[in-house]
């Protein structure tokens, strides 16, 4: 049983982050579908009890387009820019020590098992819009349908960004229904937010996570994004569909 549930507010948020920071972890199992090593466990403090994923280091399949060892400083630092959009996007992740070495912790959201992801991927609600331009921000190569997280409140929260923050285009999604189509007035005012803040906080707090040009790219992708005013096209140069797609 999690006491958090969302949406999560920021006081909600902190508190997640706390207890995933500082709690004590136990390990419950492992997801078995999942292609690096995810446990499932517990995080407790103080008497607390929530569930989180945990994914060590230690346990990250290597790729050949992304440096070793690198894919829970990717998933912190989208949670970072997700947080920074005031969009509560991410479940809260950290970075911390777990029973393998360091690694990744996120809270654990429960799924709404009755929503068809087949129908949500293709659908126009506003998180789901939020989350193509959180993606277009992060650079995500990895939208799939399983990486989409809908919640019993009727939330889309997204999960899994190991493969984010590359330096060349990558957006890899099945969220392309509004390529081509002005961003709306909200997103241009957390584009223009996340370009200061990139300029201030979340750039120094994206720089002990990513490389600078990882993190410089980032900011072209945010400023490219208010200067056209549009949802990103495909590349062209890059599958656009996530392969499998959920
Ligand atoms: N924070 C979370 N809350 C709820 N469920 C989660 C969360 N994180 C992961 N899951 C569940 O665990 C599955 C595997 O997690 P995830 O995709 O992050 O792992 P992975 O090791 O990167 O897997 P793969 O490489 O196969 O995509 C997800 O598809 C989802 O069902
Ligand atoms: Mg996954």
């Not at 939330?155 to 709306?184: M, N, S």
Request: glycine share 8%; with cysteine; hydrophobic share 40%.
């Amino acid at each position: 049983m999690s006491p958090f549930a969302p949406p999560l507010d920021e006081p909600a948020a902190e508190a997640a982050l706390a207890l995933l920071a500082h709690g004590e972890i136990h390990v419950e199992g492992r997801l078995v579908d999942a292609s690096n090593a995810t446990l499932y466990c517990t995080v407790t403090l103080d008497g607390v009890t929530a569930t989180c994923v945990h994914k060590p280091v230690a346990g990250e399949r290597p790729l050949w387009d992304f440096p070793d060892g690198t894919l829970a400083f990717r998933e912190v630092a989208t949670y970072a820019v997700s947080a920074a959009t005031g969009w509560d996007l991410v479940p809260p992740t950290v970075l911390r020590d777990g029973p393998y070495g360091p690694g990744m912790t996120q809270l654990w959201l429960e799924a709404d098992e009755t929503v068809d992801l087949f129908a949500l991927v293709r659908s126009d609600t506003v998180d789901l819009r939020r989350i193509a331009v959180l993606d277009a921000v992060v650079n995500n190569g990895d939208r799939k349908g399983s990486h989409l997280l809908p919640v019993p409140s009727g939330r889309v929260y997204g999960i899994d960004h190991g493969v984010c923050f590359a330096t060349e285009d990558k957006l890899r999604t099945l969220l392309w229904q509004w390529r081509g189509e002005p961003l709306t007035e909200e997103a241009l005012d957390v584009l223009r937010r996340l370009d200061a803040a990139l300029s201030d906080e979340l750039g120094e707090r994206l720089r002990r996570l990513l490389s600078r040009r990882e993190v410089a790219a980032t900011h072209d992708r945010v400023r490219s994004l208010l200067r056209t005013g549009l949802h990103p096209l495909p590349s062209g140069e890059w599958p656009a569909i996530p392969w499998p797609p959920f």
